[in-house]
């Protein structure tokens, strides 16, 4: 199969995934019906932990969706496995409004429930990660196959890159099991600095500028 | 209609229905509500059929996804009929949700409940198999005149493929009117089976080559 | 801007609000959580409105994608009144899924309320034919101007063709004052209707031929 | 990244956001359950705002759409800001159902409860204005760099237009603090506004005119 139509289906995904989060918003207009106010204990304020869920998991599933796009443009075409791969991983970053919500309803709870909400999220984030390295690495390994547009030069650096984003997301579950907020805080940092990670102009040969030339190849 | 047309807009029916499987995880985080924890009576763990349910149902559409294309892929072009079949086919898809919050609810309920849950979701897949080998046994008779990309030439085998699917939900329903936990695994397994069928990679001439090198050709 | 790309974002708008209509579905799965079975009172069959009102309002969307794809396949490229237009039909089809929540809820209770719901569905449909028939007299009027691709040479014929379909839907409205069920089975000929009319193969120099000539000449 | 997968990506998710509105019209079917009639204290007519709101909040995003095309066709590649730019523009976007809610649920409220939906509604919008006159800026600042189609030589010009926007965004919100609904009406025109500006057809060399020859040109 074209890696583009693969690449189609993926980005409806992600693009509705990533609506879904609204959906952690919209139960707090019904639950103020009595007393909508700014401040308060029923107030619109009261939910900021629902707002800030939906900004970190809002910005994660687009830079998830930044680094699919950047992956898949790396090849010309997919097998079997590839797509197979691929639903393992849109599976996680489907589930993601789940967690948000775990975290969004229980982070200003007790500890205890703290804990399990952003453990929860962060055992996603691990699962996310997981088939992303999964996948890079099979890419890598098969970029003659599957017609790589240029050669995927860099297996092993980008492997160790993808492992440190695990370990991230492992090392801000464990500090979630003891300090739930500040696991919480690691995963938002986590995804600023993917976000900000590219944002300087790269040299030619870049990862990111193949994948644009690529496209520009393909129109 | 140009057949990249239909499946477009399929794509997009695809990708949002797949999405729509994580509303039966969400209101998971709100039930837990006021003793959200791993384990116990009211913990996430309690709900695993939910995750159970979401993961085989995931891949059963990934997999519908994968085969309609390949389906599709075989002519340049659909006529009414097909679209109207594509629209029946279509609806059983969209509907997945719906038997898999039946399960996900009751299947640790009582057998009677479970019974019930595991035969609907059962029908569901009965009714979808049917309506892909309405649409085969349509795209191999009219191959002329859809534009077919290279002869259809295993009609009768590709008939019997796809009964062999109907025959499996068919008897995984039956086992389900006696023991519902047996007719899911049935129901998984036939998702795992069509899931891993085309990994080996296949010789030329085969269904999912000719698709991938029409999906090239058409680029 | 070039139809195409008006063509593609109606196509997703299309693609989630088909999706929706399973929300009306979902909540049977909870309402029957105590006491899930096929038939009685709160059984599963008991429903039956709910899955009727899903395939009409399934079939229904579909069929004005279709209609929605041969209309913008007449023309190159669309201006703002088009875009427009283009909205408040988008506005109308969305909107679909809430009176086929009321049909599904009430059809079966006092003749009051059942009345109620059908010609709330009666006015939408309506709404729907009010915007079909306005961008199609406004893309006839104006069709040197949007690049034609061929001569729209029967504006009268299709106004009146569109203005029959008004008038069905007026009809069944008018009809559900009276007798609700007799109205919707209206709303569901039409459907009907609109799905068989050009399932024999069409003359060349048809609507529809030309459609998918066009769309096959931009590949 | 070429600019016109940005812009797929961001055309999936404004059909979402665009179609997740009609989640505020499905509870009123629900909330009616026991006394559907049109009018009365329970009857569809009671919820006049829910649907004010759905048509305001649907065309808002619909014109939203249609400026996003409009600014992005003018470039032809984009850089990892404009897309973490994209990011932040379509969290605003994605949020709108949510002060749609508000709004509908609240604005025949009490005033304080009024003001609070009102003026909520408005810093969703000055967001999204903020967003929009940030990627312009960042657009005309960096058109080589993003391989500008023609030259975009009114950066100021359309700064002041932008920051008419957000002015008028700015003066409804204030407005709202002291009279809600005085406030959305200033919302509801702008969007009017907006929708009218460039109905009648526009000089060679306008900002439309470019964008659908860029999309003519690359097909």
Redesign the interface.
Known sequence: ??S??AE??S????????????????????RT?R????GGPGG?GHYWPAYVA??VS??TI??M??NH?TMLAQVS?V???V??LN?FL??GV??I??PT??V???IT?SS??AR??AV?YGLVMIAISIGYASMWIYLAAHQEALGARRRIHRPRLSTIRFTAGNAGYLAGTLIAFVAPVAGLIVFGLLGVYY??E??P?LPAGDD?AA??QA??E??
Chains 1, 2, 3, 4 share one sequence.
């Not at 980005?11 to 019904?30: E, K, M, Q, S």
């Not at 007393?35 to 700014?38: G, N, P, S, T």
């Open positions: 199969m074209d583009r139509r189609s289906f980005d409806g995904v992600f693009a509705v995934a990533i609506t879904v989060l609204v959906f952690n918003l919209l139960p707090i207009a019904d019906a007393r909508l106010a700014f619109l939906y900004m809002f910005l687009g830079i969706w930044l796009h075409k097998d079997r496995p797509l197979v639903l849109l599976m489907v589930a409004p789940f919500a775990l969004a309803d229980h709870g205890g429930q399990v909400a929860t976000l900000v590219h944002l102009s990111d994948g644009s496209a520009t393909q129109s």
